[in-house]
T-cell receptor
Framework: DAGVTQSPTHLIKTRGQQVTLRCSPK?????VSWYQQALGQGPQFIFQ???????QRGNFPDRFSGHQFPNYSSELNVNALLLGDSALYLC???????????FGPGTRLTVT | GNSVTQMEGPVTLSEEAFLTINCTYT??????LFWYVQYPGEGLQLLLK?????DKGSNKGFEATYRKETTSFHLEKGSVQVSDSAVYFC????????????????FGQGTILTVHP
C-alpha cells in the first residue's frame, strides 16, 4: 500500500515566479492538508481540501492556493514567490472519523 | 488561539540514558495530543497520541501522558538508542467553532535529539 507521495522532491525557483507542488494521498483517504515547515521550525497549517473544496485555511496570504482533483490528489500553488517562501512543504492525507494525519516526505522549495 | 511550546533544544544524550522532552499546550477546548518524529531528510511520522485527559500514549518504548491539569504532554523514554536521533514535534488537534476537528494540527517548534554511542 503506497503511502502519501509528493512531487517534486526538490525545486529551485526565482523570486516572483510561480510554483506548483503535487500530492497523492494514501489509498482510501479523501482529505488532503498542506503544511509549510521553515528551517528549524515546526510545520504550519496552510489549508485543507475535501470534496474538491477548501474546507479550512491557516494564516497564509492569497498567494497560496490549492486544488483537489476527483481522485483526491491535490496541488499547492504559490504565486509571486518571496525568499521567505523557502521551506519544506508537507502534504498530509486523512479520512473520517479520526482524521489522523499521514504525512508525505515533503517538497523542498528554495527561492533565490 | 491554540499553541504548543516545547522545551528548548537541542538535547544530547548518551546511549541508554533517560529521555524527557517537555511539551505544554494552550487550547480552547479538549484537544487530542500527538508526538511526531522526523528523521533526517524524511517527512513526519506519528510516534504516539492521546485523545483525552489521563490517557497514556506509547510506542517503541516512548510514552507520554495527557495531563489536563498542567496542560502538558511530556515525552519520555527509559533508555534511548542511537537510532532515536531525530527531531521530535509535539502537536495538538483541536475543535473548530462548529465542533469539528478535521485533524488540523498545531505544532511546537521541535526538539533535536542526538544520541551518542
Amino acid at each position: 500500500d503506497a503511502g502519501v507521495t509528493q512531487s517534486p522532491t526538490h525545486l529551485i525557483k526565482t523570486r516572483g515566479q510561480q510554483v506548483t507542488l503535487r500530492c497523492s494521498p494514501k489509498s482510501g483517504h479523501d482529505t488532503v492538508s498542506w503544511y509549510q515547515q521553515a528551517l528549524g521550525q515546526g510545520p504550519q497549517f496552510i489549508f485543507q481540501y475535501y470534496e474538491e473544496e477548501e474546507r479550512q485555511r491557516g494564516n497564509f496570504p492569497d498567494r497560496f492556493s490549492g486544488h483537489q482533483f476527483p481522485n483526491y490528489s491535490s496541488e499547492l500553488n504559490v504565486n509571486a514567490l518571496l525568499l521567505g517562501d523557502s521551506a519544506l512543504y508537507l502534504c498530509a492525507s486523512s479520512f473520517k472519523p479520526t482524521y489522523e494525519q499521514y504525512f508525505g516526505p515533503g517538497t523542498r522549495l528554495t527561492v533565490t | 488561539g491554540n499553541s504548543v511550546t516545547q522545551m528548548e533544544g537541542p538535547v544530547t544524550l548518551s546511549e541508554e540514558a533517560f529521555l524527557t522532552i517537555n511539551c505544554t499546550y494552550t487550547a480552547t477546548g479538549y484537544p487530542s495530543l500527538f508526538w511526531y518524529v522526523q528523521y533526517p531528510g524524511e517527512g513526519l511520522q506519528l510516534l504516539l497520541k492521546a485523545t483525552k485527559a489521563d490517557d497514556k500514549g506509547s510506542n517503541k518504548g516512548f510514552e507520554a501522558t495527557y495531563r489536563k491539569e498542567t496542560t502538558s504532554f511530556h515525552l519520555e523514554k527509559g533508555s534511548v538508542q542511537v537510532s532515536d536521533s531525530a527531531v521530535y514535534f509535539c502537536a495538538l488537534s483541536d475543535f473548530n467553532a462548529g465542533g469539528t476537528s478535521y485533524g488540523k494540527l498545531t505544532f511546537g517548534q521541535g526538539t533535536i535529539l542526538t544520541v551518542h554511542p
